[in-house]
């Protein structure tokens, strides 16, 4: 059974820092790729960052310049480091892989990490 698991959500002030990590787990062959989403109160889950094997990378417009995602491929493993924080950063942030398992191919998702920038 494939878990995803996200740590390192909290708390934070604008101009801050937070770093987010998404463990993927269990009987695995093969991540086509991972990304971060966020839903923020009242509105759609939103794509952050993702990131595939070959490790490009794709950033929404809003994160550009401020957040970085990396990926640990021996750990299946993907980090997002995100500075200078905002207050329209908050929301419930998501860890969502594509990838294949007994299965096959599916998609899933992290229970989510909150996080909360104030002014």
């Known amino acids: 059974q494939v878990q995803l698991v996200e740590s390192g959500g909290g708390l934070v002030q604008a101009g801050g820092s937070l770093r987010l990590s998404c463990a993927a787990s269990?009987?695995?062959?093969?991540?086509?790729?991972m990304g971060w989403y966020r839903q923020a109160p009242g509105k759609q889950r939103e794509l952050v960052a993702g990131?595939?094997?070959?490790?490009?990378?794709d950033y929404a417009d809003s994160v550009k310049g401020r957040f970085t995602i990396s990926r640990d491929n021996a750990k299946n493993t993907i980090y997002l480091q995100m500075n200078s924080l905002k207050p329209e950063d908050t929301g419930v942030y998501y860890c969502?892989?594509?990838?294949?398992?007994?299965?096959?191919?599916?998609?899933?998702w992290g229970q989510g990490t909150q996080v909360t920038v104030s002014s």
């Open positions: 969502n892989a594509d990838l294949y398992s007994f299965r096959g191919r599916g998609s899933y």
């Open positions: 269990g009987t695995i062959f093969r991540i086509n790729s």
């Open positions: 990131i595939n094997t070959g490790g490009s990378t």
